[in-house]
């Protein structure tokens, strides 16, 4: 004789109010560990408790906290001058929130993702919105995770001169190209520019004139596309501050594999290619890539972590969802199970 079970609405609420509570505990001890492990690597003069410093939760305590999280956009002042523009021409722009008690003179400086472009005409798409100008950008962003100023949700970074560089190049502020152009087929399409790279030093002289020039501490970090601008310009950057500063960079997330895909081609270093040639990006490679028979190598990390002489340290999630998808082009039924077959049946 079969059972049924009929399960009331209010039992259906409790279940899933258990499982979310359970789910909510699992993150957090994860969340923990992962702080622990960047205080071991990056030691704080302060950590008033052990909470993750990348993941943002709201408290009714600290609900109040969100309107003084809100920072300013700074524009780049004379940048132009020094042909240091995003996409369409526009200004590079920063978000600084300064430290204060023992992180004064210590510097986060965090580079935001946003993927890249390939072609003019997707690279003239893009200016137009907040990922290639800095007209679009809002002129007040909320500060949080590893950018947070509560000691209870960042203990380690709380306190520290904050910085968040608008992403607007569309090649990890890495392009090089001293001419620009108009493209064809975009509708009220403007000069694009391609200077990544300069845009990178100007905000990073902006800031040296604000204080990072008498930095202590320094860390540079980035998200995604802005992750792996981290990586490449992580021995630069520490050129760039005094040698009694102690000089670190955080990678989170922007350590994209040169694999194959299911087809067995390689069409992320396809894309990279284009990025590269277009933006003229091999120019500013780090000096100890010397990948010369495929210079797509130097943007993938795999080839250039080795050889950085920065303290380098590196977030990624084992598996990670956008690469999944982006490089072994998991978009339908049939490709994601001969992903799954090929892949995971090694692991169960």
């Known amino acids: ?15 899933l109010a258990v499982a979310t509570i359970v789910l909510l505990l699992v993150f957090e001890d994860e969340s923990s560990q992962l702080s622990r492990t960047l205080v071991d690597y990056f030691p704080s003069s302060s950590s008033p408790s052990s909470s993750s410093a990348f993941v943002q939760h709201q408290t009714d305590g600290e609900s109040s906290q969100l309107e003084s999280d809100l920072v300013d956009l700074t524009l780049v002042e004379g940048a132009a001058e020094k042909d240091a523009v995003c996409l369409d021409g526009s200004l590079p722009a920063y978000h600084l929130r ?3 008690g023992s992180g004064k003179r210590n510097w986060l400086i965090h580079m935001e993702g946003g993927g890249w472009c390939s072609s003019d005409l997707s690279c003239a798409q893009r200016s137009q919105t907040s990922l290639g100008s800095s007209k679009h950008m809002a002129r007040q962003i909320l500060f949080s995770g590893i950018l947070s100023m509560s000691p209870s949700l960042n203990p380690d970074f709380y306190n520290w001169n904050q910085v968040k560089i608008r992403y607007c190049d569309g090649a990890s502020f890495s392009g090089d190209v001293d001419s620009d152009l108009v493209p ?3 509708r ?14 100007a905000v990073i002289g902006d800031l040296l004139h604000r204080g990072l020039a008498d930095a202590d501490k320094a860390l540079l970090s980035g998200c995604s596309a802005g992750g792996l601008a981290a990586i490449l310009h992580c021995d630069k950057f520490q050129k760039f501050l005094p040698k009694k500063a102690t000089v670190k960079c955080l990678s989170d997330a922007g350590y994209f ?18 990025v590269i040639k277009l933006q003229n990006v091999q120019a500013n490679f780090p000096e100890s890539c010397d990948s010369k028979d495929d210079v797509t190598k130097c943007f993938f990390p795999e080839y250039l972590v080795k050889d950085i002489q920065t303290p380098l340290f590196i977030l990624n999630p084992a598996y990670d969802v956008w690469q999944m998808r982006f490089e072994q082009s998991i978009d339908s039924g049939v490709a994601a199970a001969k992903y799954l077959d090929s892949r995971f049946s090694r692991y169960f």
């Open 1 to 15: 004789m079969g059972l049924s079970v009929a399960y009331s609405s209010s039992a259906v609420v409790l279940l």
């Open 257 to 274: 594999l040169d694999v194959q895909d299911i087809s067995g081609n390689y069409s992320f270093r396809s894309f990279y290619e284009k």
């Open 188 to 201: 009220n399409a403007q000069h694009i520019h391609y200077r990544g790279q300069k845009l990178w030093q």
């Open 184 to 186: 064809s087929g975009v």
């Open 98 to 100: 300064r430290g204060f």
